[in-house]
């Protein structure tokens, strides 16, 4: 099933009211396709220091997302995962992962109705635009009476995983914010623009052999935020590639499209899935949401 149908199809059920009931092994889990608008922050020092006078942030979009909790025992924690352009489905394991450890989530990506076309291709969802739409989501999640608000993290993949590494930044839309997030996760992430003290715990998890973002730009992070209150946890995945923990991706193969399908103004890499890293990486993944987010019962 294509995204755009796999979106539609999700969209014409709320239209209809009706609301999914999937049942698993751990719980039982409402899901729904839910929208939420941001609105623009003011600029940060940082942006007053690069930006001409008189420049405001972009004004907030709106966004579909789909939202899924489990039934019973709230409020519940959660994490806001901000996928790829892929289709969802490549992603619904680690939702459904997620829910089986008693997580609500809310999961989306910058491909939006009605086109699924990536929003400004060229700037992306990252640091500039990317916080204020990830504390957007943030503060839709936490009014919401079945959510725990003071245990919610942010995942991001791939160079959509800036993200993740930018909210925790006291410089940047974090000290707009008074809901915080507890902790947050970026998966093959580009490294560049994570400069720290951050101010919450935050996991990196990056592939071994990934030739389209550079692994060793996470380390050389690690090294520099080590003396940090919250020095930034980064894991190195041995014999992997970018999108080790996605089984949609197949084998390792170059790619130039499939791997970029985001609109990022770069070059091609590798791409494929290995089963041992991505076991490797849930342990690791749910140790650190365990401790970050205080889980109590995990399967």
Not at 166 to 194: D, M
């Amino acid at each position: 099933m294509s995204m755009k149908k796999s979106y539609l199809t999700a969209i014409i059920s709320v239209a209809l009211f009706c609301t999914l009931v999937i049942s698993t092994k751990a719980a039982e889990i409402e899901s729904q396709m839910v929208t939420f608008r941001g609105k623009p922050a003011p600029l940060t020092a940082f942006q007053k220091k690069r930006l001409p006078p008189g420049a405001k942030n972009p004004p907030g979009r709106e966004l579909t997302a789909m939202l899924r909790i489990p039934k019973g025992n709230a409020p519940h924690p959660a994490v806001i995962l901000i996928h790829t352009c892929h289709n969802v489905d490549y992603y619904l394991p680690w939702i459904k992962k997620f829910n089986s450890w008693g997580l609500a989530t809310l999961s989306f990506s910058r491909c939006q109705p009605p086109d699924f076309k990536p929003m400004n291709a060229n700037e992306s969802l990252e640091w500039r635009e990317g916080s204020a739409t990830a504390y957007a989501a943030l503060r839709f999640l936490a009014q919401n009476p079945a959510i725990d608000k003071k245990a919610i993290a942010l995942i991001g993949w791939s160079r959509v995983g800036m993200v993740p590494l930018s909210v925790l930044n006291p410089e940047g839309e974090y000290q707009f914010s008074k809901i915080k997030f507890a902790a947050a996760v970026a998966i093959n992430p580009f490294c560049g623009f994570a400069g720290g003290p951050h101010q919450a715990p935050i996991l990196v998890l990056s592939a071994e052999k990934d030739d389209w973002v550079d692994p060793k730009l996470c380390e050389k992070m690690r090294a520099l935020t080590a003396k940090d209150p919250f020095p930034v946890e980064v894991k190195i995945l041995a014999d992997a590639w970018h999108g080790f923990d996605i089984k949609a991706f197949g084998k390792p193969h170059f790619s130039e499209k499939e791997i970029n399908l985001d609109g990022y103004p770069v070059g091609g890499g590798t791409l494929g899935y290995n089963q041992q890293a991505h076991e490797k990486a849930i342990k690791i993944l749910k140790a650190f949401l365990t401790k970050t987010l205080k889980l109590k019962s995990v399967n």
